[in-house]
């Protein structure tokens, strides 16, 4: 997000500056075409419930790419999601499966993925670790601990309204959507608006830029990086939460190797790992890039070693092009 | 030896070179001059670093020659020695050496050749003992200077072609460096030398030729141009008067500091600064200036000694954040290590310390933020497309203005600033002069450092000299001159100790 207003801007640079945003949304929506033709049935691909089936499978994969989207624009990076999603799924199926209110099991998630950011972010400022190894050696520690609270097996959960938060058809026809769905939305829209809008957001871009800079002009980077670290977490709890719903049942093993889904979701959407670039719409476009590429992959019934070789060969590519167009 | 007839090139609608002769022979030093933006780097680059002109010849020998790579170049006896320097931080001395052209059997390094070799070419550098088997990282910033020029040697180089080499040397290492220099010279190598300073120039170079605006437009011996001939060309109109006049009168004390002492070099110093005045650091590198600015503005801890502020306040434990809400403004030396962010907006840099006064309860007014920036650019004569435009993207000179309009937009009381004229051209120095003094004028203390004294001399009220650690001297300006400073800065006994 720059302060630009469109009007203050000579022509060419409006016009490079919506080039750069819009390029992976044509991309989408080359992707989302093409197979629509591809698959030869167009109104099936583009259907009401096709497309609610991409919303509720990206959902999990969006709201932890928020979170991600905020700590890469600092610079960081964190290869816990998948482990600490499944950390926050199963600690909330404890609480209800203890009989406790959905409302605690939500907290509990929550705070599980705040609190797992919270060491990251400690790992990180006070022990002077990088993020990539801090966060290596969190990816482990919350598996083992996923598995340890569900005595490595899976944990059933009473039905409750939390199951209804990621289904592909909603219950109430008005929802349209699932409530998750809805959820990752407003959560957009606050994250874009923290980011864009806020001191605390424009700190971030510049902690990622220079953290040095940012430093002597009387910051402190390192309690940035804690709340974002910690912010993060929680939505990374969320997400397990959703991940959770959808399953309706506590996985310990679930959502292994889905950092890596999140972390191209952001990249594809135009951050850069090094810091100080990216956004919520990108992040998002990236999200459902891929969604509509599995989506895709599985309804051409290919195999899916043809998905997995195909979204990695679209991430470098993704990036490469952006190096092109940043030249 | 290398000449260049009518070079031409030009990026987008951008003309960075608009005709550009010159002539540069063996055993001869050649300065090239220009402002920032001239198009002095782009030469270099079509010279020796494998960008292709759009027309015009370079010839070597009175050969036409075009290098496609900077490794061709040095095979074709041309290096490039880079205002940043381009080594390889975590590699060996000898390593960073013959990169690329180690001596070695069917792939396998010849490790006693290479030693060897290595040993003879920092055997023309004696006097600063660097060993073969040192890693780069450990050394100072001349010595990975040196390395880089025998790293050309290395590679038999015949044409030399130096950019701002002594933009990150402290007088004493280059002194050195010019005296290697005419020794290399003397050896029959031909050197094309760019650098901002006349001062250096004359000492080194023989003959020049002035770039303005992608054209070479005058060259001749240096000897018979004036300082103020050279400026006019570079710039292309009489710079009548570099430093401003100034008139405010000293008031009330606003930064103090007694005894102070730091673990990263600073022994002693103690200071007044009042509000309207500009006071001066002198010294030679690693004398404690740095250290002094970084410790009053909070960023080294102080260990002895206290700081006060406006208003008589202790700050001595005070943080950065603490200092700024005091009044204090600080400008680093490191442009681009520490003081900008440079992927993001003029504004963003420019606001960066002030953005809660331009937000309420957390949330950024984007119009005040963009307002604000435009007033400080517009009062300042920042040259940018607008205020979102990337600061990375501005001319160093440009840059520097907008490090300096963020203490402005702070309101900063006290600015701490640390070479703030670093490899800028003098164009914009004039106008950072002026920045800088109606900050002071506006009823701000300054205190600032520079490695180039007649900068001091006609910028500053009062200049102080560091030693060792130690500021052991304090005078008016007008009572110094550069001998006096360069005698006191090499730590010999100071006639009269004022602190």
């Given at each position: 997000m720059t302060v630009a207003t469109a009007s203050a801007l000579p022509q060419n640079v409006a016009w490079r500056a919506w080039a750069k945003r819009l390029g992976p949304v044509i991309a989408l929506l080359v992707v989302v075409f093409a197979f629509a033709f591809a698959t030869g049935a167009p109104d099936r691909y583009l259907s009401v419930h096709n497309l609610r089936v991409v919303l509720a499978q990206t959902v999990t994969v969006g709201v932890a790419a928020l979170g991600m989207t905020m700590i890469v624009i600092t610079g960081g990076i964190d290869l816990s999601v998948g482990s600490v999603i499944a950390l926050a799924g199963v600690t909330a199926a404890r609480v209800l499966h203890a009989g406790a209110s959905p409302l605690l099991a939500v907290v509990a998630a929550l705070g599980m993925g705040a609190f797992v950011g919270l060491l990251n972010a400690a790992a990180i400022t006070r022990l002077k670790v990088i993020p990539f190894v801090a966060t290596l050696g969190s990816l482990g520690a919350a598996r083992g601990m996923a598995k340890w609270f569900a005595n490595e097996q899976t944990v059933e959960i009473p039905p409750t309204w939390l199951n209804e938060l990621a289904v592909t058809v909603p219950r109430q026809a008005a929802w349209l959507v699932a409530p998750g769905v809805w959820i990752a939305a407003v959560l957009s829209i606050c994250v874009f608006l923290l980011l864009g809008r806020t001191v605390f957001g424009r700190h971030l871009y510049a902690v990622g830029s220079n953290e040095a800079a940012a430093k002597a002009c009387g910051l402190s980077p390192n309690r940035i990086k804690l709340l974002v670290y910690s912010l993060a977490g929680a939505f990374f709890g969320l997400a397990g939460l959703l991940q959770m719903s959808r399953l309706r049942q506590g996985d310990p093993t679930v959502a292994s190797g889905v950092e890596l889904d999140v972390i191209a979701a952001v990249v594809i959407g135009g951050a850069s790992l090094s810091g100080g670039q990216g956004g919520v719409a990108g992040s998002l476009v990236g999200a459902l890039l891929m969604a509509f590429l599995r989506n895709g992959s599985q309804q051409m019934g290919w195999p899916t070693y043809v998905q997995e070789t195909m979204i990695g060969v679209i991430i470098v590519f993704a990036v490469a092009l952006d190096r092109v167009r940043r030249r | 030896m290398l000449a260049v007839r009518d070079l031409q090139k030009s990026f987008g609608a951008t003309r960075a070179l608009a005709g550009v002769t010159l002539n540069v022979q063996a055993g001869q030093v050649l300065a090239l001059l220009g402002e920032n933006g001239a198009g002095k780097s782009t030469l270099m680059n079509v010279v020796a670093a494998g960008l292709a002109p759009d027309a015009g010849q370079v010839l070597m020998n009175g050969n036409v020659v075009h290098f496609a790579s900077p490794s061709e170049a040095r095979q074709g006896g041309v290096a490039l020695i880079h205002q940043e320097l381009l080594l390889c931080p975590h590699l060996s001395v000898q390593e960073n050496l013959l990169l690329g052209l180690e001596s070695r059997r069917l792939g396998v390094l010849n490790a006693a050749q290479n030693r060897a070799r290595a040993v003879e070419l920092l055997s023309r550098f004696p006097h600063l003992h660097i060993r073969p088997e040192q890693k780069v990282s450990d050394l100072s910033v001349a010595a990975r200077q040196v390395i880089e020029i025998a790293r050309a040697l290395a590679a038999n180089a015949q044409v030399?072609?130096?950019?701002?080499?002594?933009?990150?040397?402290?007088?004493?290492?280059?002194?050195?460096?010019?005296?290697?220099?005419?020794?290399?010279?003397?050896?029959?190598?031909?050197?094309?030398?760019?650098?901002?300073?006349?001062?250096?120039?004359?000492?080194?170079?023989?003959?020049?030729?002035?770039?303005?605006?992608?054209?070479?437009?005058?060259?001749?011996?240096?000897?018979?141009?004036?300082?103020?001939?050279?400026?006019?060309?570079?710039?292309?109109?009489?710079?009548?008067?570099?430093?401003?006049?100034?008139?405010?009168?000293?008031?009330?004390?606003?930064?103090?500091?007694?005894?102070?002492?730091?673990?990263?070099?600073?022994?002693?110093?103690?200071?007044?600064?009042?509000?309207?005045?500009?006071?001066?650091?002198?010294?030679?590198?690693?004398?404690?200036?740095?250290?002094?600015?970084?410790?009053?503005?909070?960023?080294?801890?102080?260990?002895?000694?206290?700081?006060?502020?406006?208003?008589?306040?202790?700050?001595?434990?005070?943080?950065?954040?603490?200092?700024?809400?005091?009044?204090?403004?600080?400008?680093?030396?490191?442009?681009?290590?520490?003081?900008?962010?440079?992927?993001?907006?003029?504004?963003?840099?420019?606001?960066?310390?002030?953005?809660?006064?331009?937000?309420?309860?957390?949330?950024?007014?984007?119009?005040?933020?963009?307002?604000?920036?435009?007033?400080?650019?517009?009062?300042?004569?920042?040259?940018?497309?607008?205020?979102?435009?990337?600061?990375?993207?501005?001319?160093?000179?440009?840059?520097?203005?907008?490090?300096?309009?963020?203490?402005?937009?702070?309101?900063?009381?006290?600015?701490?600033?640390?070479?703030?004229?670093?490899?800028?051209?003098?164009?914009?120095?004039?106008?950072?002069?002026?920045?800088?003094?109606?900050?002071?004028?506006?009823?701000?203390?300054?205190?600032?450092?520079?490695?180039?004294?007649?900068?001091?001399?006609?910028?500053?009220?009062?200049?102080?000299?560091?030693?060792?650690?130690?500021?052991?001297?304090?005078?008016?300006?007008?009572?110094?001159?550069?001998?006096?400073?360069?005698?006191?800065?090499?730590?010999?006994?100071?006639?009269?100790?004022?602190?």
């Open positions: - | 030399l072609l130096m950019d701002e080499p002594t933009s990150s040397l402290g007088v004493e290492d280059s002194q050195r460096l010019h005296t290697l220099v005419k020794e290399l010279s003397a050896q029959g190598k031909a050197i094309i030398y760019i650098s901002h300073f006349l001062e250096d120039v004359r000492q080194v170079a023989s003959h020049y030729t002035v770039l303005r605006d992608g054209a070479s437009v005058a060259h001749g011996a240096l000897a018979d141009a004036t300082d103020a001939q050279l400026v006019a060309h570079m710039v292309g109109r009489d710079v009548t008067q570099l430093f401003p006049t100034r008139s405010a009168m000293p008031g009330d004390v606003l930064l103090s500091c007694e005894n102070l002492a730091t673990k990263q070099g600073l022994a002693s110093a103690s200071l007044q600064v009042r509000a309207g005045e500009i006071v001066g650091l002198a010294g030679l590198m690693g004398a404690g200036r740095t250290e002094l600015i970084r410790a009053l503005a909070g960023l080294d801890p102080v260990v002895q000694g206290n700081v006060g502020g406006p208003n008589a306040q202790t700050l001595t434990h005070a943080g950065v954040a603490a200092r700024m809400a005091a009044g204090f403004g600080f400008l680093s030396e490191d442009r681009k290590g520490e003081g900008l962010a440079l992927n993001l907006s003029i504004a963003d840099n420019t606001t960066l310390p002030s953005l809660p006064r331009l937000a309420r309860r957390g949330w950024l007014s984007l119009t005040k933020q963009w307002d604000a920036t435009a007033m400080q650019m517009q009062s300042f004569g920042v040259k940018a497309r607008s205020p979102a435009q990337p600061v990375g993207q501005l001319s160093g000179g440009n840059q520097q203005k907008v490090a300096l309009a963020r203490l402005a937009q702070q309101n900063a009381k006290v600015w701490l600033l640390d070479e703030p004229t670093r490899g800028v051209d003098i164009g914009s120095k004039a106008q950072l002069y002026d920045m800088i003094a109606r900050a002071a004028d506006a009823g701000a203390a300054v205190l600032l450092t520079s490695s180039y004294i007649p900068e001091l001399l006609g910028l500053c009220d009062r200049i102080g000299v560091m030693s060792k650690g130690r500021l052991v001297l304090m005078r008016d300006a007008r009572e110094l001159d550069a001998h006096e400073i360069l005698h006191a800065a090499l730590g010999a006994p100071a006639k009269e100790n004022l602190t």
